[in-house]
C-alpha cells in the first residue's frame, strides 16, 4: 500500500513565521568600559576597600596592555 504524497504549496499552520537571523554590527571595544564591567562583576559582595583594590588591579591592568597596542 503506498502513501499519498504531501500536497504542495505545504499548508499554513498559523503561526507567524520567524525573522531571519541578522547579526547587529558591535561597537569597538572600550578598554575602559570593560574594565569597570569586570570591577562591577567581581565586586558583588565586596567591601569597599576590596572594590577599590579591584579597581587599582584593572587600571594597572588596563596600562600595562596599553602598552603593546600598536
Same mark, same amino acid.
Do not use: C, I
Given at each position: 500500500?503506498?502513501?499519498? /504524497?504531501? $500536497?504542495?504549496? =505545504? %499548508? $499554513?499552520?498559523? *503561526?507567524?513565521? !520567524?525573522? =531571519?537571523?541578522?547579526?547587529? =554590527? %558591535?561597537? =569597538? /571595544?572600550?578598554?575602559?568600559?570593560?574594565? %569597570? +564591567?569586570?570591577? %562591577? +562583576? *567581581? #565586586?558583588?559582595?565586596?567591601?569597599?576597600? !576590596?572594590? #577599590?583594590?579591584?579597581?587599582?588591579? #584593572? +587600571?594597572?591592568? #588596563?596600562?600595562?596592555? $596599553? *602598552?603593546?597596542? +600598536?
Amino acid at each position: 500500500m503506498t502513501t499519498p /504524497l504531501p $500536497s504542495w504549496p =505545504p %499548508r $499554513s499552520t498559523g *503561526r507567524p513565521t !520567524a525573522a =531571519p537571523y541578522v547579526a547587529v =554590527p %558591535r561597537e =569597538p /571595544l572600550d578598554p575602559a568600559h570593560t574594565g %569597570r +564591567r569586570w570591577v %562591577r +562583576r *567581581r #565586586a558583588k559582595g565586596m567591601t569597599a576597600d !576590596a572594590a #577599590a583594590a579591584a579597581l587599582d588591579v #584593572a +587600571r594597572f591592568d #588596563a596600562r600595562q596592555n $596599553s *602598552r603593546h597596542e +600598536r
